[in-house]
């Protein structure tokens, strides 16, 4: 799979290629902040297969949580672009970048413990209180 996205105002770009390790929705409280209140849609790629083509991000990590991910987003729009989890060797991409949201195919909801009366799991779809048992 190849994406190629980025943010709002056009100033950081990425491309991304590999084999999606993850496709799903979030409802973590987490995503929730950062996707305005919705569950946060996303594709985890292999992080040797991405790279920012314009544009270089600032990133932001909690200080007060023990193993915090880093967000990337653009300097000028602030769009959150990427989502970096320790010792995960991928980048997490918010749909909402792609050049083509139509790539997104959902395998699965997590964190739907977090989940709130107005967020939408497909009938069917496979969902997780936390994430999938390995």
């Known amino acids: 799979m190849k994406v190629e996205g980025g ?5 950081v770009r990425y491309v991304a ?3 999606p390790m993850m496709a799903a929705q979030c409802h973590c409280r987490e995503c929730q902040y950062i996707s305005g209140g919705a569950p946060n849609m996303f594709v985890a790629m292999p ?3 991405f790279k920012y083509t314009a544009g ?3 990133q932001f990590t909690r200080s007060d949580l023990e193993r915090a991910v880093t967000r990337e987003f653009c ?13 995960l060797a991928a980048v997490v991409l918010k749909v909402g970048t792609f050049d083509d949201p139509g790539l997104f195919n959902p395998q699965m909801a997590i964190y739907t413990i977090d989940r709130q009366a107005f967020h939408h799991v497909p009938e069917g779809m496979p969902s997780f209180e936390r994430l999938p048992g390995r």
């Open 56 to 58: 270089q991000p600032k």
């Open 75 to 87: 300097p000028e729009c602030g769009t959150h672009l990427v989502t970096k989890v320790p010792g």
């Open 47 to 49: 992080v040797d297969g």
């Open 7 to 11: 943010c709002y105002c056009g100033k």
């Open 17 to 19: 290629e590999g084999d």
